[in-house]
Structures are given as structure tokens and as C-alpha cells.
């Protein structure tokens, strides 16, 4: 795909659309042909500016507005775009950021451009807003027509999440379940019951209100909600569950419908033997809840529409129903009520009782009050506040039957938020009256032993008895439709594979109806089951975790202060996200604890599945925002003014020229930084003003994939500069933040040995990427060729070494870590077959004094480093070594003796071993540095000194290997460890600039041979033997 294309001013555009179907959604592509003079086009100028995605890989499609109008195709996104005038578009094609390209066609006379699927994807970000244009333009609303967007968006507020959130919150309990509650809890603590539950449900509304006014939401509803806010990992998995949960509901809704149809018309029943006509048993009730499910599932199939104008339906029945109970409260006179039979404790039926509707009295009221907590009829257990508190917000937990339908509304954004709202209210007035009523009329006897008393106080008891029917039926419809329209969000999310596929099948209107199968399918399973009780108490634990999840996501939005995070909704703080979240979690022990550790474990199972598989990272992750402003918060109160050597650590920043040779230097000094920070650096030689787009921003990401591949915890940090020493001084400057700056600067060494390309032997960095990007090794040029030039010659080489210097940075300076034991470089414990040594040389070599000079600030960092080597797990079982060299005045062991007692001040592990200098390394003891590296002495001489240093290094590496006197190929040679490492100490560089190239021939000579080895010259104080 070509970055950009622009048509000149002097031609004219013809965009020619030609569709082609793939995978599902329309797709075209884009042409352009010179046809001067076009009467098509208006006479004033105008230009059409919109922004691709780099990543973007499909076609084009430019339709005119007539043509859209005219067609009823759902396949186009309307994206709306700037009208200018030419002369005021930018001269070049340019890029707004690495993932986003340009693209300017002048002049043209097209009103609306419309984007494939893959182009209208919710990683896309708002570019552009069209606010003027042709009058009478026609722009459709959100959703509509939309590709791949399903169903066409025609639900109302009210029809689409009034109803059904009403008639969830309702089900069967406001019928069966009122003389429960006020019988035991009396009106009082039944009062105190409902606010507690309501108030629980408002802090979730209350989250579900901000989430959903923040931007468009789209299908899915709460799992929408959280999994865009909290990643597909955490939304995943509760998306699954709440998918459950609403199975587990619609089977609890059907065999509750199924049950009280038996409790009437069953052969097992006490009503009138001419109605008891329906046989029972488990069998037979399995096929009622077939039937039931079947008619329930026939209307789901068919469509939004039909569930909304059949809720719609039960909806008047419901509230018909509750009219009529509500009159019958006023208009009934005083009767006394038959209860139903209850079984004794030997099988035989007690004798009937009475229990007493008195009208609206006092005494009644009164009488009412207090709690009276006895055993429930049906199961034969004592009640106690929290069972039936469980039992009553058991009934209320449908306030998600409203989101679940947001594929299908108009405007979910503000239908959500006003319906639900509206439906809490609704039903907590219901419910307030019922219990005024019920404790004014109803004595407790007629309370406690008949839950379906609204058939004995009734005008016409038919009527209460198609209220509970419509009620388990409306709940069913909702619990189903729920379940389908979460199924085929997690099916088109991709989540969970193959397993959800059938669910992504949609018809030509845009109905889900693989989606509704799949679920029908597993609510017949749930029938199988045929335990109203234990389900009614997974699907309430289910509902409670999905309502803290979004508790959750609306906290970390508001915590993470993101600015994006402006819902319209402001009726919401942090408090009662917090609140709302720890009574859901409250709650859900309380009801089943046993279920609500389930859950949990649950969620935690499938999280980990979903981490396993990974998903996509274009949903943006709440987590990032809330890391973004702790780390902020604390990197303000990370005072440098406030630095202790105590707490000194290494933060590196490595400079890297080409990855490929530079592998194991990036790994070793992933161990070397001790937890500090640690910033991979690299100088593109370039000028800005020169070039149309910064060439650094798109190499970010190879560089990121670079860090995540070698499983080392490094930042990335790129500049653009002429010159690699420019480039380096930027570097040491700017990286970093706060008091996380580099302190350290680390080079590999300038030498004429051959690149090496390690990604060919590293398996990490020649398998393919997941998810079919290209590997590695491609994004990275090769490795240069023996002899080409370099980008850096050795006097730049040198002087970025005496710019860091300058800078107060400490320098190191690594050669040959490609013959690193690979052992050492690897994460694990260093259980090796071979023991190593780590020698440490802790004085300058090139100017030897015949006191301990060695113990300066330079000689401790060597110390340091070494030390903090040794902690790393890949080097413990590496030995350390110190070598205290003995000047032609010192006795043997004075030195030694001297350099154990600040070994053992410094909690430093190391052997120490003496070893002489020969005639040529013995100099004047008064020469200091300076005059030393400035030339004071001679070129020769200084060679000397050099090698003979080099060569006393080389013989003690010679003895660990146990090479005798002929060398290796001598009689006496033995096994021993062989040196892994070697530390030396790096003498300042000369003053003069002309004596650089000079100076790295001396580090040439001292480091020959040597194997492995960092040259390190400190600067800092970094130890003490202080607590």
C-alpha cells in the first residue's frame, strides 16, 4: 500500500468504485485518471483530507450521495471529513504520527467518503470532524448502516431498555415473594432490606451511567463496558460469565413458569380438580421447559424487534396485574384467606388454616412492624436477615437488561444511562407500595404461609396468576437475549477461538441468530439440571461479579485521570465506584459463599486462559492510564536532592548501533543495572530539516519488539542527529525523567574485529512474530561489512567517552562480550558444569603507584559493579577475584591484609590475590594522571608499560586454566575455572584532542586477548560502610 497519494492541482480526480466482496464486508479500491476540463466538479476549488492507518491493508470506496441514499446496504461507514480551500492545505504529504498517513486529493467534488469495515475499527482515532459542507448533506446516525455492525440500530429508550429492565427487576418475585419478605422481616427491616438493595444497585447504575455516556458503546453491553476499560484478559472473562449468568437466568425464569403453572393446573395441585389436568414428574417438566424455551427462543431468533414489541406486551400484562393488586388492596373488603396445605412431619396434610386480609388497620400495621422470622413453608428452614435479604435482592438484580441490548439501540449513550435510571425508580417505587400495602392489610399468618396471596385478595384472580406467568416469561426473553447479544460480542471479539465461531452467524437484518441458538442450546443443558434453587444462586453471584467489574472499570477511569475520561453523566465519584464494588463483592458472600469463591476462581481460570492466548491490544487498557499516573505521582516525590550513596544504583543508558552484533552486551547489561534504570540508545545520522518525516518514530517499534524478545527490562530511547557524538550528547542529556537519569554511560569497544550477527543464532530472533508480522532479523539492517565505513570515526569515539566525563557520568566500555559464556547470559540460576571466575583489577594499569592509590572513587565502582554482577542469579556461582598489585616498596601481605578489612567494611565476598609487577611496569611513583595521558612520557615506553600490563592479566587468566610453564601445549597443564569476566580500570582520557586516536591504541594494547572484558572509569561515589 502506497504511504500517500495526491492528485495535482491542475488535474482532476475521478474516484471510480468498483465493490468486491471479502470475508462478508464490501470492500473497492481507489483510482485516479487525468480528465481535465470535468464539468463534474464545482467551480470553487475544494479538497478532501482524511487519515489512513498504516496498518490499514484494505481498499478504498468512494460513493456518491445519491448513491447511498438510494441503496439499503449496511456495508458503509460514514466518515465524515474536512472542506477546505487548496491553497490552505499543506504543501507536502505529511504524517501526523507513526501510525497515521495523510492523503490529499485536490480538487475533488465528492461529499462523502465511506471506508471499508477494517478501516472503522475503535483503534482508529477521531482525525477529523466535518463541519461545514454542501447544504442538505444527509449524515446517518451512529450505527446505522454501519459495516459489520449488525443490526440496525431502531430500539428506543423505552422499548429498549425500560421494559426490559423493569420486567427483570420484577420476574416472579413481586407476585410470590412480597408476603415472604414483609412476613418475616416485617415492614420496617423489609424497608431497611430494599434501601440497602437498591442503594447497592444505584452506586452500579450510577458506574453504568458514566461508562455508557463517555463515548459509543456498541454491542455487548456490560461486557463492552469492561472488556474496553479493563482489557480483553479481566473483560473476557467476565463477559463469559455474565454470558452464563443470563443462561443460568433464562433457565431459572422457565422452570419457575414452569413450576407455577403446575402449582395451578398440575395433577399434583390443590386447585379445582377440573383444572389439575397436567401430569408431573421430572420428565414432564423437562418438556414444559422445553416448550416454554422453545417459544422463548422462536421469538429471540426473530429478531430485536419482535422481543421488543413482546416484551412490550408482557410489560402491559405485568403492569396490568399490579394495577389491579394495587386496587384490590383498597377496593377489597376484610375476608379471610385459605391457606394451602402443609405437610406434617409424618406425610399426612395438616389441617387448612386461615390467615386474615383486614383492609387498611393500624393494628395490622402495628402488628407488622417487628420482624417475626419463622421457617419457610417450602423448604422447612428458619429465615434470618440475610436469607431473606438474599432473597429479596435475588428478584432485583436485573438492572443490565437494558445495556445488554445496546447493539440494538438508537442511542445507547443516552438510552442506557435515562432507561435504566427510570426503571430503578419504577420498580423501587413498586415494591415500597407493595410493602406499605401488604403491612397495612395482611396479618402475619397470611404473610408467612401463603407467598401467593395476591390470588386471595385479587378482584379477579386469573389476572395475578397471566401477571406471574408474563413476568417469568418477560424475565426469560431478557435473560436469553441478553445471553445472545454478549455471546456474539465475545464470538466477534475473537477471544475464545474456534469454540465461539458458530456465534458470530448473522442473518441478512443483522440478527444474531447463531448467537441465540447457542445459547438455547445451553439453557437446555441448565434444564437437565432442574435445581431452581442452587442456579438462582450462581446466577445472582454471576450478576454480582459482572456488577463489581464495572463498579471496578468506572473506578480506574476515574483513578487513572485520564482526560478522555468526561462522561456527560456526572452524577459519580471514585467513593461510590469504590463503595458500589465492595458491596457487590459483600454481597456475594453473603448470599452463597460457596458460589462466590467458585466465581472468583472462575474469573481468575479464564483470565489466565485469555493471558495465555493473548488478545488484541487496540482496546486500550485502563491499567496503562492508572501505571501512567502513579508512576508520574511518584517520579514527583523521587527527589534527586534527596540521593544518598546508600541507595545508589546503576541506571544505564547503552548506546547501540546495530542490535544484531550487540546482543550480548544488551543482556549483560540487563544484569548489571541492579534494578536501576536501564535505556537502550541509538543515533540515527540524519538532519530534520532535510527530511519530510522524522524517520525515528517508526523505528520505535521494532526496538520495543526488540527489548520484548531478549526478555531484558529496558526503555527505548531514539534521536536524530548528524553526527553519532551529537547524537550521544542528546542522549545523556535528555533520557530519562525526574530522578531517573542515566548515570552511566556504556559503549562497545572501538575495535576492527568483525561484526557479528547474533541474530542468527539466537532462535528468539529468527522465528516468525505472532500474529504473521515479519521476524526480527528483517526490521534490523545487517551487520557491516569488514573494511565499509564506519558512522563513527575514533576521535568522535573518544571524545563522546570525555563528553560523558564531562557530564559526570560514569563510562564503560565492553569488548568481546559475543564470547561470554552463554550460561552466565541467561535468566536462570547459574548452575553451570563449568566454574568461572569474574577478575577484578581495581587500579589503573597504565600508571602504577607504589601506595594503595587503587582506593579512589574509580577503583570502588569497579568494586561495585563486580559486586553487583556476583548478586545477579545467571553469576553466583562465578567466583570472585581481586588482585592487588605490589609495587617494587611493598612487602607481600601488607597491601592484602589492608584491602580485606575494606572488603569486609563493604560486605563484599572475593578472594584476593597478590601479584608483582615486572621491571617494565615499574615507573616514577609521583607521576600523576594527567601528566601521564598528555604525552609526558614517551610513545614507546607507554607501549611497553601496555603490553607488559596486558601480559600480567593474560598470565594470571593463564593460570586458572592450569597452563604450565610451556604454555598450553606444556606437560603440566590442569583442569581449573577459566575466567569469565574481566573488570579493569579505564584511565582518563588525554586533554589534548589530537591524542585520542592515540589513547584507544593504548586501550587496544591493555585489552588484547583478554576475552570479555569492561573497562570502566567511575566518577560517582557508590558504596560506604555505613548502615
Excluded at 448513491?67 to 460514514?78: D, G, K, V, Y
Excluded at 406471574?468 to 456474539?488: D, E, F, K, T
Excluded at 438455547?520 to 432442574?530: S, T
Excluded at 519530510?692 to 520484548?708: H, T
Amino acid at each position: 500500500m502506497r504511504r500517500a497519494w495526491e492528485a495535482e492541482q491542475d488535474c482532476s480526480a475521478n474516484l471510480h468504485r468498483r465493490r468486491k466482496r471479502r470475508s462478508g464486508h464490501g470492500t473497492g479500491i481507489l483510482s485516479l485518471s487525468d480528465r481535465s476540463g470535468s464539468s463534474s466538479f464545482n467551480s470553487t476549488p475544494r479538497a478532501a483530507i482524511f487519515f489512513l492507518p498504516s496498518s490499514y491493508s484494505g481498499r478504498l470506496y468512494h460513493v456518491t450521495k445519491e448513491h447511498f441514499l438510494a441503496t439499503s446496504s449496511p456495508r458503509f461507514r460514514l466518515f465524515s471529513i474536512f472542506r477546505v480551500h487548496p491553497h490552505r492545505l499543506p504543501p507536502t504529504i505529511f504524517s501526523d504520527s507513526r501510525d497515521l498517513l495523510l492523503l490529499g486529493v485536490r480538487p475533488v467534488n465528492c461529499s462523502h467518503i465511506y471506508l471499508p469495515p477494517t478501516m472503522a475499527s475503535e483503534s482508529s482515532p477521531l482525525l477529523a470532524y466535518r463541519l461545514l459542507g454542501e447544504e442538505g448533506a444527509t449524515f446517518l446516525p451512529y450505527g446505522m448502516g454501519s459495516p459489520g455492525g449488525g443490526a440496525l440500530r431502531k430500539l428506543s429508550t423505552f422499548l429498549g431498555v425500560v421494559v426490559p429492565t423493569v420486567l427483570s427487576m420484577f420476574s416472579i418475585v413481586v407476585f410470590m415473594r412480597i408476603g415472604f419478605v414483609v412476613g418475616h422481616a416485617g415492614l420496617l427491616q423489609a424497608l431497611a432490606m430494599l434501601l440497602i438493595a437498591y442503594f447497592i444497585l444505584v452506586l452500579t447504575v450510577l458506574s453504568v451511567c458514566a461508562i455508557a455516556t463517555n463515548g459509543a458503546v456498541r454491542g455487548g453491553g456490560a461486557y463492552f463496558m469492561i472488556s474496553r476499560t479493563l482489557g480483553p484478559e479481566f473483560g473476557g472473562s467476565i463477559g463469559l460469565m455474565f454470558f452464563l449468568a443470563n443462561v443460568c437466568g433464562c433457565a431459572v425464569s422457565v422452570l419457575g413458569l414452569v413450576e407455577a403453572i403446575l402449582d395451578v393446573f398440575g395433577a399434583d395441585a390443590s386447585g379445582p380438580a377440573g383444572i389439575r389436568t397436567l401430569p408431573q414428574g421430572y420428565g414432564w417438566n423437562l418438556l414444559y421447559g422445553t416448550i416454554v424455551l422453545g417459544l422463548v427462543g422462536g421469538v429471540c431468533t426473530l429478531g430485536a424487534g419482535l422481543y421488543a414489541q413482546a416484551s412490550f406486551l408482557t410489560f402491559l400484562l405485568v403492569s396490568a396485574s399490579l394495577a389491579l393488586v394495587l386496587i384490590s388492596f383498597v377496593a377489597v373488603g376484610p375476608r379471610d384467606v385459605t391457606l394451602p396445605l402443609r405437610p406434617s412431619t409424618n406425610g399426612s396434610s395438616l389441617n387448612p388454616n386461615v390467615g386474615h386480609f383486614t383492609g387498611f388497620n393500624s393494628s395490622t400495621l402495628k402488628a407488622n412492624l417487628g420482624a417475626g422470622y419463622a421457617q419457610d413453608y417450602t423448604t422447612g428452614v428458619t429465615m434470618t436477615f440475610a436469607s431473606v435479604f438474599a432473597v429479596l435482592f435475588n428478584g432485583c438484580t436485573g438492572i443490565m437488561a437494558g445495556a445488554n441490548m445496546s447493539g440494538e439501540l438508537k442511542d445507547p449513550s443516552r438510552a442506557i444511562p435515562l432507561g435504566t435510571i427510570i426503571a430503578v425508580a419504577y420498580t423501587f417505587f413498586i415494591y415500597t407500595l407493595l410493602f406499605f400495602f401488604s403491612s397495612f392489610t395482611c396479618d402475619r399468618t397470611l404473610l408467612q404461609e401463603d407467598y401467593g396471596f395476591f390470588r386471595g385478595i385479587s378482584l379477579w384472580p386469573p389476572m395475578v396468576l397471566i401477571g406471574v406467568y408474563a413476568a417469568s416469561l418477560s424475565a426469560s426473553m431478557s435473560s436469553l437475549i441478553g445471553a445472545s447479544r454478549i455471546l456474539h460480542a465475545l464470538a466477534q471479539d475473537d477471544l475464545f477461538g474456534l469454540i465461539l465461531a458458530p456465534a458470530k452467524v448473522v442473518s441478512q437484518g443483522g440478527n444474531p441468530w447463531g448467537a441465540v441458538l447457542y445459547s438455547w442450546c445451553l439453557v437446555q443443558v441448565m434444564l437437565l439440571v432442574g435445581k431452581l434453587n442452587t442456579l438462582a444462586a450462581v446466577v445472582t453471584v454471576f450478576y454480582l461479579v459482572a456488577y463489581a467489574a464495572v463498579d471496578l472499570s468506572c473506578l480506574s477511569l476515574e483513578w487513572a485521570s485520564a482526560p478522555n475520561f468526561r462522561p456527560t453523566f456526572n452524577l459519580f465519584s471514585w467513593h461510590t465506584c469504590l463503595l458500589g464494588m465492595a458491596s457487590c463483592l459483600l454481597m456475594m458472600f453473603l448470599i452463597s459463599p460457596g458460589a462466590a469463591g467458585g466465581s472468583l476462581l472462575l474469573m481468575g481460570l479464564l483470565s489466565a486462559l485469555l493471558t495465555a492466548r493473548g488478545g488484541p491490544s487496540s482496546w486500550g487498557y485502563v491499567s496503562q492510564a492508572l501505571l501512567f499516573h502513579q508512576v508520574r505521582k511518584y517520579l514527583l516525590r523521587l527527589d534527586v536532592r534527596k540521593d544518598h550513596v546508600k541507595f545508589w544504583r546503576p541506571q544505564l543508558l547503552l548506546l547501540v548501533g546495530n542490535p544484531r552484533g550487540a546482543l550480548p552486551l544488551l543482556r549483560l547489561a540487563n544484569q548489571l543495572k541492579k534494578g536501576g534504570l536501564y535505556v537502550l540508545g541509538h543515533v540515527s545520522l540524519g538532519d530534520l530539516d532535510a527530511l519530510p518525516l522524522d524517520p525515528v518514530q517508526p523505528q520505535y517499534g521494532a526496538w520495543l519488539s526488540l527489548i520484548d524478545r531478549a526478555q531484558v527490562k529496558a526503555f527505548v530511547d531514539l534521536t536524530l542527529s548528524p553526527t553519532v557524538r551529537q547524537g550521544a550528547q542528546h542522549l545523556l542529556r535528555i533520557s530519562g525523567l525526574g530522578g531517573m537519569k542515566p548515570n552511566t554511560l556504556v559503549l562497545g569497544f572501538y575495535d576492527d574485529a568483525p561484526p557479528q550477527d547474533h541474530f542468527l543464532t539466537d532462535p528468539a530472533f529468527s522465528e516468525p512474530v505472532e500474529g504473521g508480522g515479519p521476524a526480527l532479523d528483517s526490521l534490523f539492517p545487517p551487520p557491516r561489512a569488514p573494511g565499509s565505513p564506519r558512522a563513527l570515526t575514533p576521535h568522535d569515539y573518544v571524545a563522546t567517552v570525555v563528553d560523558a566525563l564531562k557530564m559526570n557520568k560514569n563510562v564503560v566500555l565492553a569488548r568481546e562480550c559475543g564470547a561470554l559464556p552463554p550460561e552466565r547470559l541467561s535468566r536462570s540460576s547459574g548452575s553451570s558444569s563449568q566454574s568461572h571466575h569474574v577478575d577484578v583489577w581495581p587500579l589503573n594499569l597504565l600508571r602504577p603507584k607504589g601506595s594503595p592509590g587503587y582506593v579512589d572513587v574509580c577503583g570502588l565502582f569497579l568494586l561495585q559493579m563486580a559486586t553487583i554482577l556476583s548478586m545477579v542469579p545467571a553469576w553466583q556461582s562465578a567466583k570472585l577475584r581481586i588482585f592487588l598489585c605490589l609495587g617494587p616498596q611493598e612487602a607481600p601481605g601488607t597491601g592484602e591484609e589492608r584491602l580485606r578489612v575494606l572488603l569486609s567494611q563493604l560486605r563484599i565476598r572475593a578472594e584476593v590475590q597478590e601479584v608483582a609487577w615486572s621491571e617494565g611496569a615499574r615507573i616514577d611513583e609521583g607521576e600523576d594522571e594527567e601528566n601521564f595521558v598528555n604525552g609526558n612520557r614517551g610513545d614507546a615506553e607507554v607501549d611497553a608499560l601496555a603490553i607488559s600490563a596486558n601480559a600480567l592479566v593474560r598470565a594470571q587468566q593463564a593460570n586458572d586454566r592450569g597452563e604450565g610453564p610451556g604454555g598450553p601445549e606444556g606437560d603440566h597443564r590442569r583442569e581449573g575455572p577459566s575466567t569469565a569476566l574481566t573488570f579493569l580500570y579505564l584511565p582518563r582520557p588525554p586533554a589534548d584532542p589530537a591524542r585520542y586516536p592515540r589513547y584507544l591504541a593504548l586501550l587496544e594494547m591493555l585489552s588484547q586477548g583478554l576475552g570479555p572484558t569492561l573497562l570502566i572509569h567511575g566518577v560517582t561515589p557508590v558504596t560506604c560502610t555505613d548502615i
